[in-house]
């Protein structure tokens, strides 16, 4: 046994900044984000928390599902970008839906939301689940040197949520980690008078082009082992949900793989990149439209820091 996906929800906080407007409180300009990444704008909280979003999400997600929170038997919940390291974050989000089941946070980075659903489809497996809520949410903009213009332009805040129940459609995943803090997030140094010396700055630091690298290769990978292990070809997906890093990755991703045009789903020119609320935000978009039937197939493919990198397919 394993899941399958009965509802999705997410939110975005209103707050739009666009590339001009970036380009106003730091040297750069809306024609080298638009031609280096492909982003146009991104939502940024203002004052809504990670919490707040997720709590959003989870309740849009649950309606969507038609699952009560006390129906739920685990809350699964990734960040990077919390808006604590302790309590979990997923325990705010338990009391504040009214749910009363266990709740953990599950940290990895970008890729995070496909290493929760791994563990996810471990409940199912071993019966200890009927009813499970996966939140993820990022507030980037907490966590960014905004002195940074590298890093700076590139993400934005959201939050993405999917209920799962029992089923047989969570048909395979591949997980890879490569150790490299080449995308880190320091924690606070903290205070102690007894250190030598000081870590980083708790904001993001990223090395750009070998992160890129990193992105094409794996997702490219990943997307051919999940195919091969299904024995499913690219004609028989409805889509594939890259993470929104970069446009150049997803369209070097295309490129190699030969897949057909539009089979990439893009959003991240209105987004930019919400770290592991990217997916679960892409996921809820297509579902709300309409454009996922059932029985389709739908491959998800994510990368990030860790460095780690992550796919699956599912049927809906
Ligand atoms: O989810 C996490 C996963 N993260 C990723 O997948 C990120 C992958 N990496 C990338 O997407 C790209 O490496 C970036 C978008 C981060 C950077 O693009 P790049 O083409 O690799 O640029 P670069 O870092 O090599 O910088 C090229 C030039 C530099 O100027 P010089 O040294 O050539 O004069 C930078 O200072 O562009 C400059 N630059 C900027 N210029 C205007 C860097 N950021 C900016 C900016 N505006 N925002």
């Given at each position: ?85 302790t309590p979990a974050n997923a325990c705010l989000v338990q009391a504040r839906i009214g749910a009363t089941c266990p709740a953990m946070d599950v940290v990895s980075g970008c890729p995070a939301f496909l290493f929760m659903l ?199």
């Amino acid at each position: 046994m394993s899941f399958k996906i009965l509802g999705t929800g997410r939110f975005i906080p209103p707050k739009v900044v666009t590339n001009d407007d970036l380009s106003k409180i730091m040297d750069t300009s809306d024609e080298w984000i638009v031609e280096r990444t492909g982003i146009r704008e991104r939502h940024v909280c203002t004052e809504e928390t990670t919490v707040d979003m997720a709590v959003e999400a989870a309740k849009n997600a649950l309606e969507n599902a038609g699952v009560d929170p006390s129906e739920l038997d685990m809350i699964l919940f990734t960040t990077s970008s919390g808006d604590y390291t302790t309590p979990a974050n997923a325990c705010l989000v338990q009391a504040r839906i009214g749910a009363t089941c266990p709740a953990m946070d599950v940290v990895s980075g970008c890729p995070a939301f496909l290493f929760m659903l791994d563990c996810a489809d471990g409940y199912f497996a071993r019966g200890r689940v009927k009813k499970m809520l996966c939140v993820s949410a990022e507030r980037m903009s907490r966590v960014l040197d905004w002195d940074d213009r590298g890093t700076a332009v590139i993400f934005g805040d959201g939050a993405g949520a999917v209920v799962l129940g029992e089923g047989d459609n969570y048909l395979t995943s591949r997980l890879f980690v490569k150790g490299s803090t080449a995308i880190q997030i320091p924690n606070y140094d903290g205070k102690s008078p007894f250190y030598t010396s000081h870590a980083e700055t708790p904001w993001v630091h990223m090395q750009g082009q070998e992160t890129f690298r990193f992105a094409v290769t794996r997702m490219v990978k990943d997307i051919r082992g999940v195919l091969e292990d299904t024995g499913l070809t690219m004609d028989d997906i409805r889509h594939i949900l890259p993470h929104q890093a970069n446009l150049r990755i997803i369209e070097a991703a295309k490129k190699r793989l030969k897949a057909r045009d539009g089979l990439l789903y893009v959003n991240i020119t209105r987004y930019g990149n919400t770290s592991s609320a990217t997916i679960p935000i892409s996921l809820d978009e297509l579902n709300r439209s309409g454009q996922i039937k059932e029985g389709d197939y739908l491959v998800f493919s994510t990368f990030g820091a860790g460095l780690s990198s992550a796919a699956c397919v599912v049927r809906w």
